[in-house]
């Protein structure tokens, strides 16, 4: 059973910094890059981040380009989303999803890879930035 476990969230201020971990068992880790989604109340869920371990290499939505920094531990099979100069609009509940991008006129897309059947998007992390 695929389990992804995400975890970090919090309350704070414009500016700072947040890191979300998200735990990954049921599936080959090297196999799929892991990526980070949110959801906003009353707005679509975006990708934001996807993070290829077999790469070593990220990829960014314009949005948090240059503040977030995606990761990964092969050893413990996590992901992290380091999320520095936090803004209001950043404030979402994310997920974390194997994930794959395209890319169009120099900016990066994310979207959820279907292949890893995660089920249901569960609860998330609720990150909340204050203004």
């Known amino acids: 059973e695929v389990q992804l476990q995400a975890s970090g969230g919090g309350l704070v201020q414009a500016g700072g910094s947040l890191t979300l971990s998200c735990a990954a068992s049921?599936?080959?880790?090297?196999?799929?890059?892991l990526g980070w989604f949110r959801q906003a109340p009353g707005q679509e869920r975006e990708g934001v981040t996807c993070?290829?371990?077999?790469?070593?290499?990220?990829y960014y939505t314009d949005s948090v380009k240059g503040r977030f920094t995606g990761s990964s531990d092969r050893a413990k099979k996590t992901v992290y989303l380091q999320m520095n100069n936090l803004k209001p609009e950043d404030t979402a509940v994310y997920y974390c999803?194997?994930?794959?991008?395209?890319?169009?006129?120099?900016?990066?897309?994310?979207?959820?890879?279907?292949?890893?059947?995660?089920?249901?998007w569960g609860l998330g992390t609720q990150v909340t930035v204050s203004s």
């Open positions: 999803r194997a994930c794959y991008v395209h890319e169009e006129n120099q900016s990066y897309y994310v979207h959820v890879d279907n292949r890893v059947d995660s089920g249901p």
């Open positions: 993070i290829s371990s077999s790469e070593g290499r990220s």
């Open positions: 049921g599936f080959l880790f090297d196999d799929y890059a």
